[in-house]
């Protein structure tokens, strides 16, 4: 077992493994700042997938976004997508789980997923990137 005294380990993980490590988590991850890049640019190849309860999608929920919460994940409910389709997903932010789960259960079931950092916690209220509540029209 080593001993780790401080942050910085006196033992050196090999930057191939490193490298492989943030390969695989830029692969499985994007945030907001991406995404809306993406949808201002009309290139937007997924399809955004807030996850969280139907009410609180009602609230408030990032523009172009559909709703599925994440215990309705289903090969029934993801259906009527074709298998290439990717997905982004997100939840509340980074105390909440619920993204991870639909990640987990959209890549079980054959599609490409990506979690999107910070949720609509940092979407809404940090970027403040428009939204839309309560209506299907965006608030800015």
Same mark, same amino acid.
């Given at each position: ?51 969280? *309860? /139907?009410? @609180?999608? +009602?609230? !408030?929920?990032?523009?172009?976004? $559909? ?5 309705? &994940? ?25 993204? *991870? /789960?639909? @990640?987990? +259960?959209? !890549?079980?079931?054959?599609?490409? $997923? ?5 949720? &609509? ?20």
């Amino acid at each position: 077992m080593t001993h780790y005294s401080n942050a910085f380990s006196q033992q050196l993980i090999p930057t191939q493994q490193v490298n492989n490590y943030f390969a695989a988590k830029l692969a499985s991850e994007t945030d907001c700042s991406d995404v809306y890049s993406d949808i201002i640019q009309d290139s937007k190849h997924y399809v955004l997938l807030d996850v969280r *309860a /139907k009410e @609180a999608f +009602k609230k !408030s929920h990032a523009i172009t976004a $559909v709703n599925l919460p994440h215990n309705e &994940i289903s090969a029934e409910s993801l259906a009527n997508y074709e298998k290439d389709t990717l997905f982004v997903v997100y939840c509340w932010g980074p105390g909440c789980n619920g993204g *991870a /789960k639909a @990640a987990l +259960k959209i !890549s079980a079931l054959g599609y490409g $997923v990506k979690e999107m950092l910070g949720g &609509i916690h940092y979407w809404e209220d940090f970027e403040r990137y428009p939204v839309n509540r309560h209506a299907n029209k965006a608030q800015t």
